[in-house]
């Protein structure tokens, strides 16, 4: 159960970098929203991160709770923020999943 916590507040740290970015390129009340937005995710990640721990090992669960915050941010990145999706990009994005699988399944 605590694995779905830790893939569930890493889900919300995709959202917190979402609405940071979206804050960005908004201004006024809107802005408001979104870095309301942010404070929301952030809390809901970090409770759900540290319920995720009470079982999990810390370095394997921030590990992956951390990985997979990056790979959510980059994919939202290229296709919300049109951010480029270079060869070498892509690729190195592919070895973090890999290493996210990897301590998954070493982890006991």
């Given at each position: 159960?605590n ?12 959202l ?14 809107e ?16 409770i ?28 939202v ?32």
């Amino acid at each position: 159960m605590n694995w779905i916590f830790l893939i569930i507040a890493s889900l919300f740290e995709i959202l917190f970098t979402l609405c940071l970015g979206k804050a960005k390129t908004t201004s006024g009340v809107e802005s408001y929203g979104w870095y309301a937005g942010v404070l929301v995710a952030l809390t809901l990640s970090m409770i759900l991160l540290v319920k995720a721990t009470q079982t999990l090992p810390i370095g394997t669960a921030y590990a992956v709770w951390t990985g997979i915050g990056a790979v959510g941010t980059v994919i939202v990145g290229i296709c919300i923020f049109k951010e480029p999706s270079s060869f070498w990009r892509l690729f190195f994005l592919f070895t973090l999943i890999t290493s996210i699988i990897g301590l998954k399944v070493v982890s006991h």
